[in-house]
């Protein structure tokens, strides 16, 4: 078992950043793919961010390339995202998941989310 606990979100104005942290316990940290997530309100969840156990691979959607940076520190058991340049369709709620593939379910680990919102 691993417990995710995300913390960093809040509410900014566009153009700020934010730097988002999902905290990790459990089973051994580097032995998961990680991930974030995002779901506004209405909508699907969308994948934002994924990077691979030692941190030297990463995929990052389309809609925050370039914007938005992922980073892990398996010493501290804690992935990151870095979010510039945030825009209001920015606004969600941000989760962490952890998983031993490139395949995000529910039989993996998520953690409760944190919410950020951006105003225009």
């Known amino acids: 078992q691993v417990q995710l606990v995300e913390s960093g979100g809040g509410l900014v104005q566009a153009g700020d950043s934010l730097r988002l942290s999902c905290a990790a316990s459990?089973?051994?940290?580097?032995?998961?793919?990680m991930a974030w997530f995002r779901q506004a309100p209405g909508k699907e969840r969308e994948f934002v961010a994924a990077?691979?156990?030692?941190?030297?691979?990463?995929r990052i959607a389309d809609s925050v390339r370039g914007r938005f940076i992922i980073s892990r520190d398996n010493a501290a058991n804690t992935l990151y995202l870095q979010m510039n340049s945030l825009k209001p369709e920015d606004t969600a709620v941000y989760s962490c998941?952890?998983?031993?593939?490139?395949?995000?379910?529910?039989?993996?680990?998520w953690g409760q989310g944190t919410q950020v919102t951006v105003s225009s």
């Open positions: 998941a952890a998983s031993s593939r490139y395949n995000w379910g529910p039989n993996d680990y």
């Open positions: 459990g089973r051994t940290f580097n032995d998961y793919i």
């Open positions: 990077i691979s156990r030692a941190g030297s691979g990463v």
